[in-house]
Structures are given as structure tokens and as C-alpha cells.
């Protein structure tokens, strides 16, 4: 693979978080091996775009797409979602790694990461377990905090008693899941392959997942001031294991979004009314 190339898939990779410490299984965007994919030829690719059974000496990587006249209808005859259109993997091509990223894209069209500086004390924050695309969501009933966080100033998101995900605020259905999903692996199409909750009215991620700090808690801190438009909550207690009490304690949290269960479950986010803004802000 020439540097050009290879350089496009390191931003592809870094863009989406595979290389962050929380993807399950954390890739190091420095060193990562990366072989390149060569597109079948000659009979090969005759074979791959228009026979069932292919040669066994067929090599390589085809793109089937009948409506765009390249390949044979049969072949595209079980694609999910109306999409009538496949890749096709032989021989030494086929997918011997843990990750396939197959794209047509310039780097540039890629969206800008924000800076840490520009995610101060407050501004919402997209926990990095959301590029799993099996992740259901988070639970309204408990609180966690992300550290190392690069969109957040300070390295910390809070997820204050908040449910399903961040980049899905209407969630999806099993039904939906499966056959015309509405959430996606944020900046990218990969569609997510579980249900997933919609957000609560009353605990948007807007509020309920947020760039935040430690603003008390055991021991001497470092603790952090609170923005006038923040307060100082109660958020998480010391589970007693090596470490933990260096994130128990209270953290900043916008003024008046403590949780309250008797005021957190009114009402849900819904598409039929699209009472929860963009289905895809990521």
C-alpha cells in the first residue's frame, strides 16, 4: 500500500475511534499493519461479478451492482435493505483480519474532529463506547464518568442518568435493527445491530452527557471550580477497588439537570413527532 493510501485509512481509523484505549480491541494508529485489497482482473472478475460458483482459481475483490449494469442479478438477490449491490471477496482477497474497511472517499470529506478547546466545561460529549455497533445504549438508572475523553478540555464526560445513546436519540427497534435501521456508528453508515432505547425528554444528552471535572470528593483532589451556569453534584460513589476513590465524588454538572426519578421517565423522544432534533447528530 503506497502512503497516500495508508494515510487515508490511519484518518479513517483515528476519526472513528478505533484507535481510542475504549474500542474493544484498541488498534495503535502508529504501528498498525495495513495490507491493501487488490481488485480481481481479467477472468477472475468476470467470474466474481457473474457467476455463482466462481472458479476456485478466481482471485481477488469485485463490486456487484446489476442497476448500475456490473454483475448478475442473482447474486444480489438476498441483500438486505433494498440495496441490491455487493463486494465479493476470492482467494487471497478474502478478509483474513480483524477489521475490513472498504470505502471510495477522499480524506477531506471526512468531518472535522473538535478540538479539545473547543469542548469546554459543559458542552455535550460523545462517550467512545458508541462506535461499538452492538452497544444498546446507557442506562437512566446509573451515572458513569469516561476519562480520557479528547473532545472534552478537561478529559472527563460525565453520563448523568442517561438512557440509550448519544447519536441515536429516537433508538430503534429489534425489528428495526434488523431490517431498516435508524442508528448508525457515529460519522459513519455502519448501522447499528441492536435495539436501542430512545433518549428521555427529561434527561437529554444535550444535558445528561457532558465535558465535566471532579469537583469534590475523598482525599486532597485535584478538584476543579464549577462554571457559573454548572453545579457541584454528587454523581459517583467509591466502589472500594485500587483507584476507584480517585474518581468518586461530585462532578460539574449543568445547573438544574440533578437527577430526579420522580421527573426523569414523563416522556420519551419520538420520530412520529421529531420532538428530539436531528435522529443523527453524530
Known amino acids: 500500500m503506497d502512503q497516500p493510501a495508508r494515510d487515508l485509512v490511519i484518518d479513517y481509523l ?3 475511534l ?3 484505549p475504549f474500542a474493544e480491541i484498541p488498534l495503535d494508529c502508529d504501528t498498525v499493519c495495513i495490507c491493501e ?3 480481481a482482473e481479467g477472468s477472475s472478475l468476470h467470474d466474481c461479478q457473474y457467476s455463482i460458483t466462481p472458479a476456485s482459481n478466481t482471485n481477488g475483490w469485485c463490486y456487484v451492482s446489476p ?4 454483475g448478475a442479478e442473482a447474486l444480489v438477490a438476498e441483500c438486505l435493505f433494498d440495496t441490491h449491490s455487493r463486494p465479493r471477496f476470492f482467494g487471497n482477497a478474502e478478509p483474513r483480519s480483524e477489521y475490513l474497511l472498504i470505502g471510495a472517499y477522499d480524506a477531506a470529506e471526512l468531518p472535522p474532529r473538535e478540538s479539545p478547546a473547543d469542548a469546554a466545561l459543559g458542552a455535550p460529549c460523545l462517550p467512545e463506547d458508541e462506535i461499538s455497533l452492538d452497544f444498546v445504549g446507557h442506562d437512566e438508572f446509573d451515572a458513569s464518568v469516561i ?3 479528547p473532545e472534552c478540555d478537561s478529559g472527563v464526560c460525565v453520563v448523568n442518568h442517561f438512557r440509550g445513546r448519544v447519536s441515536c436519540p429516537y433508538g430503534q427497534t429489534e425489528e428495526e435493527a434488523g431490517s431498516d435501521p435508524q442508528c448508525f456508528q457515529p460519522g459513519s453508515d455502519l448501522a447499528v445491530t441492536t435495539p436501542v432505547q430512545p433518549q428521555l425528554i427529561g434527561r437529554l444528552a444535550s444535558s445528561a452527557s457532558v465535558c ?3 469537583c469534590d ?5 485535584d478538584f476543579c471550580e464549577c462554571p457559573s451556569d ?7 460513589g467509591d466502589l472500594g477497588l485500587p483507584g476507584s476513590d480517585a474518581l468518586a465524588g461530585s462532578y460539574c454538572i449543568p445547573r438544574g439537570t440533578a437527577y430526579d426519578p420522580a421527573t426523569a421517565f414523563a416522556d420519551r423522544c419520538s420520530m412520529d413527532v421529531a420532538n428530539c432534533g436531528d435522529p443523527r447528530p453524530y
Open 67 to 70: 442497476e448500475q449494469g456490473v
Open 14 to 16: 483515528d476519526h472513528n
Open 212 to 214: 465535566s471535572c471532579r
Open 37 to 39: 485489497v487488490l481488485q
Open 217 to 221: 470528593g475523598p482525599g486532597p483532589g
Open 147 to 149: 476519562t480520557d475523553t
Open 18 to 20: 478505533f484507535c481510542s
Open 230 to 236: 454548572m453545579e457541584c453534584a454528587p454523581l459517583m
